[in-house]
């Protein structure tokens, strides 16, 4: 039985029998209203007993409501919970479109370090959902707050499917088990996806990708790509000033992470700020240090510079200075 057999089927059922019983017993089913309450209670319960028929027509016709019944409310809940066991299973593996707004977009699966980076962006209170974009037959991850997509995101469906226009970032890995000059190099196709897919949308979508090579950052640039992490070259990096700076991995890995106490934050300009040095002041008058503006770490010896208006500060502050700080203001984390 079809949907809409079975829908139109059920409607005329306990439309039609309320008028039924009442042309049979007359005098116990009064009005239309008993009669349809005498048909929903005894189709759905075993029945309460303060109406029900008295004669052999009446009985015979309850009889046949009653199996009616249960072979309609058996074949509803066996639909119902057939459509929810496929909307688990189409969720499941990613053949469910995302419809919301402001969300992070990840593209690229690995187990360990997307793992470690969607519990670090879950834990800041600026990431309420993130759709994942992979190849994979079935979600790798059970979370409320992360969509799967399963798809190419080199092609525009996927990227509608995952909203990327109404998203807040993309972020790219690179792929795994791929030499580095071919996993740069997909990842720079995945890139130049989403730049030409943005201006088709005629929306700026912020992308940070993944790269493992140096030498590969100047193929980034026409892409448009917002942010360039050198992962391997990072890690090369840490660890080589930790050998000379001993516990120096430790302030950075503290910085970096979302569980510690003092993080970083970024804050826009204040109005009665005009220099850097009415920014510090102030920012270290609350129990914060400001750093940066943008990626120029070179503001705390021009403490007399004009700031711009789009200025971007950063800064490392506990969650509770970031509170009092961040009140009346545009704020990103």
């Known amino acids: 039985m079809s949907n809409r057999t079975l829908i139109y089927f059920t409607l005329s059922f306990f439309f039609i029998s309320p008028i039924i019983i009442h042309i049979l017993e007359p005098e116990k089913f009064s009005t239309y209203i008993k009669g349809l309450w005498w048909v929903i209670v005894t189709t759905t319960t075993v029945g309460y007993g303060d109406y029900f028929p008295e004669t052999t027509p009446g009985m015979i016709f309850g009889t046949i409501v009653i199996f009616t019944g249960l072979f309609l409310i058996g074949t509803l809940i066996a639909k119902i919970s057939e459509r929810f066991i496929k909307w688990i299973k189409m969720?499941?593996?990613?053949?469910?479109?995302y419809r919301g707004e402001d969300h992070y977009v990840i593209i690229g699966w690995s187990d360990?370090?997307?793992?470690?980076?969607?519990?670090?962006?879950?834990?800041?209170?600026?990431?309420?959902n993130i759709v994942l974009i992979a190849d994979l037959p079935s979600s790798p991850i059970d979370h409320s707050q992360?969509?799967?997509?399963?798809?190419?995101?080199?092609?525009?469906?996927?990227?509608?499917?995952?909203?990327?226009?109404?998203?807040?970032?993309v972020i790219i890995f690179s792929p795994q088990g791929v030499p580095a000059k071919y996993a740069d190099g997909q990842t720079l196709l995945i890139a130049t996806t989403i730049e030409s897919y943005g201006e088709k949308m005629n929306c700026q979508i912020y992308t940070i990708a993944e790269i493992l090579k140096e030498n590969h950052r100047i193929n980034f640039k026409h892409a448009k790509v917002d942010e360039l992490i050198l992962s391997q070259q990072s890690i090369s990096y840490l660890i080589a000033h930790a050998s000379v700076h001993k516990g120096s991995s430790r302030l950075f890995m503290n910085l970096l992470s979302t569980e510690s106490g003092e993080k970083i934050y970024v804050i826009n300009k204040k109005k009665e700020w005009i220099t850097y040095n009415d920014a510090f002041e102030e920012i270290k008058a609350m129990g914060a240090l400001l750093i940066a503006d943008h990626d120029d770490t070179s503001i705390i010896r021009r403490p007399n510079t004009i700031i711009p208006e789009q200025a971007k500060l950063f800064i490392i502050a506990d969650e509770n200075t970031f509170q009092k700080i961040s009140e009346g203001y545009v704020i990103h984390s």
Not at 112 to 128: F, G, P, Y
Not at 152 to 160: K, Q, S, V
């Open 146 to 169: 992360i969509h799967y997509i399963q798809g190419e995101p080199t092609e525009y469906e996927t990227l509608d499917r995952a909203n990327v226009a109404k998203s807040k970032a």
């Open 91 to 97: 969720k499941e593996e990613g053949k469910m479109d």
């Open 112 to 128: 360990d370090k997307i793992k470690d980076t969607i519990k670090e962006m879950l834990n800041s209170d600026s990431v309420h």
